[in-house]
């Protein structure tokens, strides 16, 4: 496992040293071939693939930081993402509900501000319990959620919800174009990814991963847990609540349904599916995810995408209760293990 | 402060679970840099000491001071910020970090910067500190690998490395040697005489080889009250404590 000095560089080296020497070879290839792409691909694969991909992952980064990272398995992170983008079509003007027609400059922010607080507030409720408890309230206020914005038609234009929600045009760029909101995305994703990298290992991290692992030895080292807890829910509502406003505007549109149960559960499942232990699990399952969305139904028929996700997901927890990402590392320490020398003579 | 403050004073402290008293009148004064072993048969109560003195399970009556500082009330992390520090019985580590990632959590949970969303630099305090105590504790070779990686005696080790992280004044020792071999046990016994002298601590430790070497005074504890108290020498040849709790043939 990486470590804090391993990672911290040396004071006495150039900025540009500092920033290079974690870089390896396949970074650099990742970075062309995300850079290339939508140059080199259609606009299906550009947004239905590759933006999705960057949305779903970077909710479900924020289920990562929590379950991963705090020991918390939180069930409603695309609910936070849900209010963050309902909020975006609340505050920016949509037809129906409350129809503000704020300023996206306000508008977006003021959206993001609300989900993180929310989260916070669940957060707050949530980190008296552990385990499966956890998993319940989290489940209840998803669920509360998911009612409340269908029955309630003066804030949240009830079953109907909002339609016609599109990135407002900044710097004259029209975001909608497939190429800008691939690289908007991207940008967002990347943000999510780098933050909760750089996190794991300040102190903040290291003391969510130590609560983690044993909260009454923490309490003993003079931490107060329960801040380290509900601060890592506030950091993974602004993430997911960036997820959220750019899942609006890849659908162009928000309802109940996209709050409802099968939504939050496909969050945990993108999670798990690519590896809860690292940040790039959760793309990785997101990949996984909307490629069999898309082309599940072409190979085995319509109605059994959820058989096939259901099957995936059960045959990786078997063999990796790390996921894809689990599968890599033993891969890799078979490899390592068969190129080893002999101790035999 | 004046010479009759005593580093750890107990008085009158009880402690019960239920109808259970693990704990009975305990009265105790530790001097300051004092070295001392609780002795006594599994279920004498000595760790219920050690949880009341930390606060993990504050006594039902009674009071504890220390360095004259009324602490009965406090929570624990409040004691552990005024330099009160225990190991425990089964090693109570982050399986998850490294060592060095281990000792860092030790040294920063008692500084003012606790939360912080910065990583640390190779000049910060507590990463400095850290490292030193990887030294103290002989286990440098090891700062990156994680502590799930460890072997036992290893991670008694570390475990008594996060008790001396960030200047300790009184630390608790819950049977340090649980597991160790011989080699590990001389280790641990130069490791405990060399301490710095204004570091006292209480022992509990079921080898004596260990725990009378490395101590002044012995406190015996029986069912749940002070059954003795005098220097190794006296403890050992005591012919009623050898019978009830050394065995007969030790010496």
């Known amino acids: ?345 | 402060m004046s010479a009759a403050v005593h580093a750890l004073e107990l008085q009158g402290v009880s402690r019960s679970f239920g109808a259970l008293k693990a704990l009975m009148d305990i009265n105790m004064k530790v001097g300051p840099g004092e070295r001392r072993a609780v002795l006594g048969a599994n279920g004498a109560g000595k760790t219920t000491l050690f949880n009341a003195i930390t606060g993990d399970f504050p006594p039902t009556a009674g009071r504890i001071r220390y360095f004259g500082e009324d602490i009965t009330g406090l929570p624990a992390h409040e004691r552990i910020r005024r330099g009160l520090r225990r190991t425990y019985q089964s090693s109570q580590l982050f399986h998850g970090l490294t060592v060095l990632e281990n000792l860092f959590l030790a040294v920063r949970g008692v500084s003012r910067a606790r939360f912080s969303f910065r990583r640390p630099g190779r000049n910060d305090p507590a990463m400095e500190a850290a490292e030193e105590m990887m030294d103290t504790v002989r286990m440098s070779h090891l700062a990156h690998t994680s502590v799930s990686e460890l072997a036992h005696g290893q991670q008694r080790q570390l475990e008594i490395g996060m008790a001396l992280a960030g200047a300790p004044r009184f630390i608790l020792f819950d049977e340090p040697a649980a597991g160790l071999s011989s080699a590990e046990r001389t280790e641990l016994v130069a490791m405990l005489r060399n301490l710095p002298e204004h570091i006292g601590y209480i022992i509990i430790e079921h080898d004596l080889d260990v725990a009378l070497r490395v101590v002044s005074y012995c406190t015996i504890m029986h069912n749940g009250a002070i059954f003795k108290e005098g220097r190794p020498d006296e403890i050992e040849q005591d012919p009623e404590v050898q019978r009830i709790y050394l065995g007969s043939g030790h010496g």
Do not use: C
């Not at chain 1, 939180?74 to 936070?80: K, P, V």
């Not at chain 1, 109605?303 to 996921?323: A, E, K, Q, Y």
């Open chain 1, 1 to 345: 496992m990486a470590s804090v000095i391993e990672e911290t560089p040396r004071e006495s080296d150039g900025v540009l040293a500092r920033l290079v020497r974690p870089v390896r070879w396949y970074h650099l290839v990742i970075a062309l071939v995300l850079l290339v792409f939508p140059f080199v691909s259609t606009g299906f694969w550009t947004v239905q693939i590759a933006a999705q991909t960057f949305i779903l992952g970077t909710i479900a980064l924020s289920l990562m930081l929590l379950a991963g990272y705090g020991g918390m398995v939180s069930l409603s992170q695309l609910t936070i993402a849900g209010l963050a983008g309902y909020m975006v079509a609340v505050f920016g003007g949509a037809s129906g509900g409350l129809g503000m027609f704020w300023p996206p400059i306000v508008a977006i922010p003021l959206a993001i501000l609300i989900a993180t607080a929310f989260a916070t507030l669940v957060g707050a409720l949530s980190v008296r319990t552990e385990g499966i408890y956890t998993i319940m309230i989290t489940l209840a206020v998803g669920m509360a959620f998911y009612f409340f914005v269908l029955q309630n038609r003066e804030i949240f234009n009830a079953f109907n919800g909002f339609a016609g929600l599109r990135p407002p045009p900044v710097l004259g760029i029209n975001w909608r174009q497939p190429e800008y909101f691939y690289f908007l995305s991207l940008t967002v994703a990347a943000f999510g990814y780098f933050l909760v990298l750089y996190l794991s290992r300040a102190p903040f991290g290291l003391a969510l991963q130590a609560v983690r692992d044993n909260p009454r030895r923490m309490r003993a080292l003079g931490f107060n847990i329960q801040a380290h807890r509900i601060a890592a829910h506030a950091l993974a509502g602004f993430i997911a609540a960036l997820g959220g406003v750019l899942m609006v505007w890849l659908n162009t549109q928000i309802s109940p349904g996209s709050v409802g149960l099968g939504p939050l559960i496909s969050i945990l499942i993108i999670a798990i599916l690519g590896g809860i232990l690292h940040p790039i699990g959760p793309f990785i399952g997101a990949l996984i995810f909307v490629l069999l969305d898309n082309f599940a139904m072409q190979l085995i028929g319509g109605d059994r995408f959820n058989t096939v996700i259901g099957l995936m997901f059960l045959l990786i927890v078997l063999f990796s209760p790390d996921g894809v990402l689990g599968l890599w590392k033993m891969a890799r320490e078979r490899l390592k293990a068969s190129k080893k020398p002999s101790a035999d003579w």
